[in-house]
C-alpha cells in the first residue's frame, strides 16, 4: 500500500500546472467531446468516432474531470497514475517472491527509468496494458510458486481489460507473457493450454467488439475498426530490430542494465540450473524478450508499444545487488555503478540551488520550474543527511539500497523541475490558441486549417479551446479564396510562405506563434 502511495503522489504531484502536449492533446480532445457528445464505444474526434482506441481511458478521465472540477492534466493523467502506482506495486509483490530486497530494487530502477516515469505522468494508454502484464505474471508466478490454483481464474477477466483499454494487442501482449513463462519454464502443455484459452478470449472480445460497433454504426464502421485496429498495425515500416536499438534511449536505465546482467550471466540462463534466481531472471528475460520480438513483426512501431517490459526489466536490474549473478563482471560493475551514482547524486543536490540563482538571474526563452528548485533542494538535501546519518549502522546491501534510493529521488525532482517544464516550453501551444481564439471569439468566426490536420497539429489547438469546435480543413490555395473575409485559417509558416503572392498580400495576419515545436501563422484572406 506505500509503494502504491508514493507512486501515486509522484506520479501526480504538479501535474496540475502541466499543459497537455502531443500525444496528450488527443486523449484531452477525446475528453472534451464526450462531455459535449455523451459516452460511446469510441473516442470522438471533430464528432466521428476514432477508432483506434476504444473509449475506456477517456471514460476514466470524463469521469477524473467530473470528479474534479474539469480537465486539465491531472484529472486526464490520474487514470495512468493509478495505473503506474499497481504496476510498481505488482513490481514489488513479483520481487517479493524472491526476497523484499528484489522487489524494493525492481521499484526503484522503475523510477530510475524515463519512459515508465513519463507515461505514468501523462494519459498513457500502454501504460494500463503495463499494470495488466504485471499482474498477470504475479498471478501466474505466485500461483506456480506456492501451487494457487484460485487466482488462475482471474487471468480471462485480466486479459478481458487489457482489450477493453488497447484493443487486440492489449490482450496479446500479456497472452504472450503467459506463454512465454511456462514456456521457459519447461511446461510445455501449461503454455499451449495457455494459448489456447487466450485465443478464445481473444476471439469472444473481438466479436463482441465487432458487434457492438455493427449495433452502433453499421457493417461500414464495424470494419472501419477491424482496418485501424488490425490491418493498419502492418502499414508504416520501422527497421526490425527498432525496439532493440532505440530502447537505449527512452527505457534507461533499465534496458541497458537488464542486458548487462542479462549477457554477463548467459552461460548460467541457458544451463540446466536448479538456482531459483536464475530460472527467475530467465522468466523475466522472456517476458521481456516475447514482447519486443512479437511487437517487431507489424510496421507500425512506437516505443511507447513496448512499455510493458519495463517491469521485467527492472527486476532483472534487481540482480545486480544479487549474488546468484556474480562473476568476474558483475561485482566489478556493481562498485562502478554505486561511485557513479554517488557522484550524480552529489551533483544533482548542489545543482538545485546553483540553477535557482542563475535562473532568477537571466530571463529564459523556455520556462522552467523556479519555484520548485529550492523546495527540491531542501527535500534532497535532509533525505541525503538521514541516509548519510543511518548508513554507519546499515549492512552492505541496505546501503546500496538507501543510495539507489536517493538516485530515484534525485531523478524525480530534476524531472518536475527541470526536464517536464523545459519539454513544456519547447511543446507549448497554449500562448498562439489563446491570441487567435480570443480573436474568433470576438468575431464569431468560422475556423480553417490549411495543410494541417486532421489529427495532426489541429488537435494541439483544439485541446486549449473552452469548447469543442469543428473545423473545417482546406489544402489548396484556391480553397482560401472561396473563403469568407471573417473565416480564420490556420497554417504551418512555411505553407503560408509558399502561397501565392496574390493570394499571400490578401492575408491579414492575426497572430503568429507556435504549436509543439512548429511555427504556425493565424490570418484571415481579405482580398482588396
Excluded at 510498481?88 to 526476497?99: E, K, N, T, V
Aim: glycine share 6%; hydrophobic share 50%.
Amino acid at each position: 500500500m506505500l509503494i502504491f502511495l508514493a507512486g501515486l503522489f509522484v506520479f501526480t504531484f504538479a501535474t496540475s500546472y502541466l499543459e497537455f502536449l502531443r500525444m496528450d492533446c488527443r486523449f484531452g480532445v477525446f475528453a472534451n467531446e464526450m462531455k459535449e457528445y455523451g459516452i460511446g464505444l469510441f473516442p470522438t474526434l471533430y464528432g466521428k468516432a476514432y477508432t483506434d482506441y476504444p473509449a475506456t481511458q477517456t471514460i476514466l478521465i470524463y469521469l477524473s474531470s467530473r470528479l474534479f472540477g474539469g480537465l486539465s492534466m491531472f484529472t486526464a493523467s490520474l487514470p495512468s497514475a493509478i495505473a503506474g502506482a499497481l504496476t510498481l506495486s505488482f513490481i514489488y509483490l513479483i520481487g517479493a517472491l524472491r526476497s523484499r530486497r528484489v522487489g524494493f530494487y525492481g521499484v526503484i530502477f522503475s523510477f530510475l527509468t524515463y519512459g515508465f516515469l513519463s507515461a505514468a505522468r501523462s494519459p498513457s494508454t500502454d501504460i494500463f496494458i503495463t499494470a495488466v502484464t504485471a499482474c498477470v505474471f504475479y498471478i501466474t508466478h505466485n500461483s506456480e510458486e506456492r501451487n494457487a490454483k484460485v487466482p488462475l481464474l482471474f487471468i480471462p477477466f485480466l486479459l478481458a481489460a487489457g482489450f477493453a483499454f488497447r484493443g487486440p494487442i492489449g490482450l496479446i501482449i500479456p497472452a504472450a507473457v503467459i506463454f512465454a513463462y511456462y514456456a521457459v519454464s519447461g511446461k510445455y502443455k501449461k503454455a499451449v493450454i495457455g494459448g489456447i484459452l487466450s485465443g478464445v478470449v481473444l476471439l469472444l472480445c473481438v466479436a463482441a467488439f465487432y458487434y457492438a460497433a455493427l449495433h452502433q454504426g453499421g457493417k461500414e464502421f464495424a470494419d472501419e475498426i477491424i482496418n485501424s485496429q488490425i490491418h493498419s498495425r502492418m502499414s508504416k515500416q520501422k527497421h526490425i530490430f527498432y525496439y532493440f536499438t532505440d530502447a537505449f534511449g527512452v527505457y534507461s536505465l533499465a534496458y541497458p542494465l537488464a542486458l548487462i546482467v542479462i549477457v554477463s550471466s548467459w552461460k548460467k540462463l541457458f544451463s540446466r540450473s536448479d538456482d531459483k534466481d536464475i530460472k527467475f531472471i530467465k522468466q523475466l528475460s522472456a517476458w521481456a524478450f516475447i514482447i519486443m520480438l512479437g511487437l517487431s513483426v507489424p510496421g507500425t512501431k512506437h516505443m511507447r508499444y513496448i512499455l510493458p517490459v519495463i517491469p521485467a526489466l527492472s527486476l532483472i536490474c534487481a540482480f545486480i545487488f544479487e549474488e546468484a549473478t556474480n562473476g568476474s563482471f558483475i561485482p566489478f560493475f556493481r562498485r562502478f555503478l554505486i561511485k557513479t551514482v554517488m557522484i550524480l547524486t552529489f551533483i544533482c543536490a548542489i545543482l538545485f540551488p546553483i540553477a535557482h540563482i542563475v535562473f532568477k538571474s537571466i530571463t529564459l526563452p523556455i520556462e522552467v520550474n523556479i519555484a520548485f528548485l529550492i523546495p527540491a533542494f531542501i527535500l534532497l538535501a535532509i533525505t541525503m543527511s538521514v541516509y548519510h546519518s543511518l548508513k554507519k549502522n546499515m549492512t552492505p546491501e541496505k546501503k546500496s539500497l538507501g543510495l539507489l534510493a536517493l538516485a530515484a529521488l534525485s531523478f524525480v525532482l530534476l524531472d518536475i523541475s527541470f526536464i517536464e517544464p523545459l519539454y513544456q516550453g519547447i511543446e507549448s501551444s497554449s500562448a498562439f490558441v489563446k491570441k487567435t481564439e480570443f480573436q474568433r471569439i470576438l468575431s464569431g468566426s468560422n475556423l480553417f486549417f490549411y495543410r494541417t490536420g486532421p489529427d495532426g497539429e489541429d488537435i494541439k489547438y483544439m485541446v486549449n479551446t473552452e469548447r469543442p469546435v469543428i473545423p473545417g480543413f482546406i489544402s489548396s490555395p484556391d480553397d482560401i479564396e472561396a473563403l469568407s473575409a471573417t473565416d480564420i485559417i490556420i497554417s504551418g509558416e512555411s505553407e503560408f510562405d509558399k502561397l501565392p503572392p496574390e493570394i499571400k498580400d490578401n492575408c491579414l495576419s492575426v497572430c503568429r506563434g507556435k504549436m509543439g515545436h512548429r511555427k504556425f501563422i493565424s490570418f484571415q484572406y481579405n482580398p482588396k
